[in-house]
């Protein structure tokens, strides 16, 4: 019978949280079942394959700190790479673009960030996705996480993915924007699933038709990749975030279960919007069980956007282990409104005891 998943999303860069991270992981999410933790690495991560590629100081003896206390809380860790999309910022691209700009789908940007547009294709970068030597950089950097974490299961991110079969791009010319986004998930689960045998999650929100489903552009794609939901293995776990209320609900996430994929809707730092999507991911699950649909909703994570810092626990535990249930009121210029602790815990225990018994 399959169980649950209840995870918590963070971003990690730096060592010195590491002790911090073992005591969140012990006294903080584990007393309220939480089954899974989603380390973000992006890029965050000292690997010793490509130490040039590297950023921060977080490196192999510092996950392994992290898996021992996990295993001790029986929460897995999922390590998050970043795939295809967010591969930097306007002109500040990832150090795998800096060292290789081969791997570039604009390498030809304006010089000065004030002759940039301002439009979605220049939110961040992608690599090529029509260039399968950067695979030769990807794979044993995945390999290196998976291996020190300890783990089976890998989340390669692939949100936002906006630069994508760029008609100047001498690889990717001519070719459409689902059939290069599905291509570059298919290389991905052919190493990570079929070869190495591990569990492949992914962010769902290129994959949601957004006009069909009354989603705005970041959580659902306007520009027909959503179409490579046709293209794609069905043992991909859709991690289907949501952080903005939707009165005609989440279509999506049903759309998903018809198609026979396992769904789980992330939600972020705010309890009333948490409860809201999780609440209708059940009646999503609900209807497609009814219909006969083949997949299921998986459970559910809570993400935070904000550095994972010793202050951002030190300010999480508390609220953690008194249960909050709901979010103070924050001054508007409160500092914190992103980080928003309160917010994030609440959602926490939200999820984890709406979640506490429920079977996929």
């Not at 294709?121 to 030597?133: G, P």
Request: hydrophobic content about 40%; glycine content about 6%.
């Amino acid at each position: 019978m399959k169980k649950a998943i209840k995870a918590v999303h963070v971003r990690v860069d730096h060592a010195a949280v590491t002790e911090k991270l073992c005591q969140y992981i012990k006294e903080g999410l584990a007393p309220l079942g939480v089954t899974h933790l989603c380390i973000e690495f992006n890029p965050g991560y000292v690997y010793k394959c490509f130490p040039e590629l590297s950023y921060g100081d977080f490196g192999r003896d510092h996950a392994k700190k992290v898996a021992a206390a996990a295993r001790e809380s029986n929460i897995k860790i999922i390590p998050l790479f970043m795939c295809l999309g967010h591969q930097g910022w306007r002109l500040d691209t990832s150090m795998l673009l800096k060292i290789h700009p081969e791997f570039t789908e604009r390498p030809h940007l304006p010089a000065s960030a004030e002759h940039l547009p301002h439009d979605l294709f220049f939110y961040c970068h992608s690599w090529c996705a029509s260039n399968d030597k950067v695979y030769d950089y990807v794979f044993p950097m995945i390999d290196e996480l998976m291996q020190d974490f300890e783990t089976d299961m890998l989340h390669v991110g692939m949100d936002e993915v906006f630069d994508l079969a760029e008609s100047t791009c001498p690889r990717c010319s001519g070719k459409t924007r689902p059939y290069l986004f599905a291509r570059t998930i298919n290389i991905l689960h052919e190493h990570i699933v079929r070869e190495k045998g591990w569990q492949m999650m992914m962010w769902a929100d290129r994959l949601n038709n957004a006009k069909e489903y009354g989603y705005h552009a970041w959580e659902g794609d306007i520009w027909d990749t959503w179409k490579a939901i046709d293209m794609i293995p069905k043992d991909i776990i859709m991690a289907d975030w949501h952080y903005d209320m939707n009165e005609s609900g989440f279509k999506g996430i049903e759309a998903f279960i018809e198609k026979g994929f396992t769904v789980i809707p992330a939600g972020w730092r705010n309890p009333e919007q948490t409860r809201f999507l999780l609440d209708e991911a059940l009646a999503c699950r609900q209807a497609g069980k009814q219909k006969g649909y083949s997949g299921y909703m998986g459970g559910m994570m809570i993400t935070s956007w904000n550095n994972c810092t010793e202050d951002f626990i030190d300010a999480m535990l508390p609220l953690l282990k008194d249960r909050i249930k709901e979010e103070p009121e924050a001054p508007a210029e409160s500092g914190q409104r992103r980080m928003n602790p309160a917010g994030i815990a609440a959602s926490i225990v939200y999820m984890a005891e709406k979640l506490k018994d429920y079977l996929p």
